[in-house]
Nanobody, 121 residues
Framework: QVRLVESGGGLAQPGGSLRLSCAAS????????MGWYRQAPGKQRELVAS???????NYADSVKGRFTISKDNAKNTVYLQMNNLKPEDTAVYYC???????????????WGQGTQVTVSS
């Protein structure tokens, strides 16, 4: 089995920072792309940031210049550093990874359980 576990969410004031972590565990043969998504109440889930195996990154326009995605291959962990937070960043944040697990012929997308981020004064 493969599990993704997020941590680091919570309450932040506008202009503040939070760092999310997503650790993958299980019988993992290979990681492909990894990403962070978010879903605010009444809205569809949207891509926030993604990172490829080669380290190329992509960001939603709404977070460019404020959020940074990174990964630690040795720890099977992806991070999302969120700076200059705004109330509109309030959402449940999910990490996702395209992974080939041991014994599988193909890769699959795995999701974490989500972590709440609330930005409010």
């Amino acid at each position: 089995q493969v599990r993704l576990v997020e941590s680091g969410g919570g309450l932040a004031q506008p202009g503040g920072s939070l760092r999310l972590s997503c650790a993958a565990s299980g019988s993992i043969v290979r990681f492909n792309d990894m990403g962070w998504y978010r879903q605010a109440p009444g809205k569809q889930r949207e891509l926030v940031a993604s990172i490829t195996t080669g380290g190329s990154t992509n960001y939603a326009d709404s977070v460019k210049g404020r959020f940074t995605i990174s990964k630690d291959n040795a720890k099977n962990t992806v991070y999302l550093q969120m700076n200059n937070l705004k109330p509109e960043d309030t959402a449940v944040y999910y990490c996702s990874a395209n992974i080939r697990r041991l014994g599988a012929l193909f890769t699959s997308d795995y999701w974490g359980q989500g972590t709440q981020v609330t930005v409010s004064s």
